[in-house]
């Protein structure tokens, strides 16, 4: 079974410039995440879907970054214009359904290292 | 902010070693997942628990779900040069859906 795709791996841009990230879940998850992972932190939760719709999106910096799953498959984030804080891995996830219980367990990509210049 | 107290921060320790690591919080969780993350690469899951009490391996490596459901340890036994890692406890809330919260973090070194 094919994991979470993420692409780029890395990416340098400088601020204020714009970025995009990309993301396939494991086929069939239903659930996909968003987080951020700061160097030596825990990654942080950024939005969550479910299908094309978004559950939680509570500690999403809506000024900056915007994320969609149009068609309920792949997913794509943006950081615009970008600041030098958003520095960080930004990883993806999915789970076969949301909610409490077996079945939620997230599933993560390999990330993609954004530095910002 | 991170509501996951995780320790130790680090471990040095020598192969054939067994290695204990715990998270703590002031919060009751209904799962506690186990995750470790090598250099480069995104977190990958080693152990989900879900009721109070219970106790799952999974190779070397044995966790518990704390009976107060505030708290959670992973050890590993025997370990080897390839454990080297960053270990994470997640856990989800009964109030948060599916919003997974991460403690920071265990650095684990093991000398051959």
């Known amino acids: 079974e094919a994991g979470v795709a993420q692409s780029p791996r890395y990416k340098i841009i400088e601020k204020r410039q714009s970025v995009a990230f990309w993301c396939n879940p494991i086929s069939g998850h239903a659930t996909l995440y968003w987080y951020q992972q700061i160097l030596g932190q825990g990654p942080k939760l950024l939005i969550q879907f479910q299908n094309n719709g978004v559950v939680d999106d509570s500690q999403l910096p809506k000024d900056r970054f915007s994320a969609e799953r149009l068609k309920g498959v792949d997913s794509t984030l943006k950081i615009q214009p970008a600041k030098l804080e958003d520095s960080a891995v930004y990883l993806c996830a999915s789970s076969y359904i949301k909610g409490q219980g077996a079945g939620n367990e997230q599933f993560f990509g390999p990330g993609t290292r954004l530095t910002v210049l | 902010g991170q509501q996951l107290n995780q320790s130790p921060q680090s471990m040095f320790i020598q192969e054939g070693e067994d290695v204990s690591m715990n998270c703590t919080s002031s919060?009751?969780?209904?799962?506690w997942l186990w995750y470790k993350q090598d250099p480069g690469e995104g977190p990958v899951l080693l152990i989900a628990?879900?009721?109070?009490?219970e106790l799952t391996s999974n190779g070397r490596l044995t966790a518990q779900f704390g009976i107060t459901r505030k708290d959670s340890f992973l050890n590993i036994s025997a370990s080897i040069p390839s454990d080297v890692g960053i270990y994470f406890c997640a856990g989800l809330k009964e109030t948060s859906g599916s919003r997974l919260t991460f403690g920071e973090g265990t650095q684990l070194t093991v000398n051959p």
């Open positions: 919060s009751i969780f209904n799962t």
């Open positions: 628990l879900y009721k109070a009490g």
